[in-house]
T-cell receptor
Framework: QQPVQSPQAVILREGEDAVINCSSS?????VHWYRQKHGEAPVFLMI?????EQMRHEKISASFNEKKQQSSLYLTASQLSYSGTYFC???????????FGGGTRLMVKP | DGGITQSPKYLFRKEGQNVTLSCEQN?????MYWYRQDPGQGLRLIYY???????QKGDIAEGYSVSREKKESFPLTVTSAQKNPTAFYLC??????????????FGNGTRLTVT
């Protein structure tokens, strides 16, 4: 069962902050985050592990709450280059293959 | 530069025809994957392969077939049995099976349109 991402879409002004959530009904071992610009390949941002620390990629950080089976991606002081669709991929404790959420479309306007 | 090459970028076919999408990687990765992307549905796994001459079905394998005769190549055939083949197809690879220590590297995709 795929994780659920929220919101489905968000529009920001340059410099504003945003949070994207990824929730699963399964006990998770790891969460991957990727960003895809229109017509391009998804690009890896970061992996969060069960019991691990909060991760950071430039001004984008993420956390993983194992008890809630949820990960959140924090985009601080957003830049135009942050625009794209963000996907989370989850790996459960049963060792099943990575499963992706439906994506969150982020648009940053000047 | 190392990477994943998918060709062609756009592909048009008539209904009832089989079509093969190419995926080549020079990253020396063991694992390769095919994903299908439809609007609003994220990435869904079609097939994956962790070693040469071996592959497993993903969540939506019906109507698709693959081969892994060489480490660098993982072609996907969309057969006439696939009921709704029009989609964006992404190939990916990773050093090991995608997991906590092995992120995916994606190709630029092939957009298939079947009419």
């Amino acid at each position: 069962q795929q994780p659920v991402q929220s919101p489905q879409a968000v529009i920001l002004r340059e410099g504003e902050d945003a949070v994207i959530n990824c929730s699963s009904s399964k006990a998770l071992y790891s969460v991957h985050w990727y960003r895809q610009k229109h017509g391009e390949a998804p690009v890896f941002l970061m992996i969060l592990l069960k019991g691990g620390e909060q991760m950071r990629h430039e001004k984008i950080s993420a956390s993983f709450n194992e008890k809630k089976q949820q990960s959140s991606l924090y985009l601080t002081a957003s830049q135009l280059s942050y625009s794209g669709t963000y996907f989370c991929g989850t790996e459960d404790n049963a060792g099943n293959m990575l499963t992706f959420g439906g994506g969150t479309r982020l648009m940053v306007k000047p | 530069d190392g990477g994943i090459t998918q060709s062609p970028k756009y592909l048009f076919r008539k209904e009832g025809q089989n079509v093969t999408l190419s995926c080549e990687q020079n990253l020396n990765h063991d694992a390769m994957y095919w994903y299908r992307q439809d609007p609003g549905q994220g990435l869904r796994l079609i097939y994956y392969s962790q070693i040469v001459n071996d592959f497993q079905k993903g969540d939506i394998a019906e109507g698709y077939s693959v081969s892994r005769e060489k480490k660098e190549s993982f072609p996907l055939t969309v057969t006439s049995a696939q009921k709704n083949p029009t989609a964006f197809y992404l190939c990916a690879s990773s050093p090991l099976r995608a997991s906590y220590n092995s992120p995916l590297h994606f190709g630029n995709g092939t957009r298939l349109t079947v009419t």
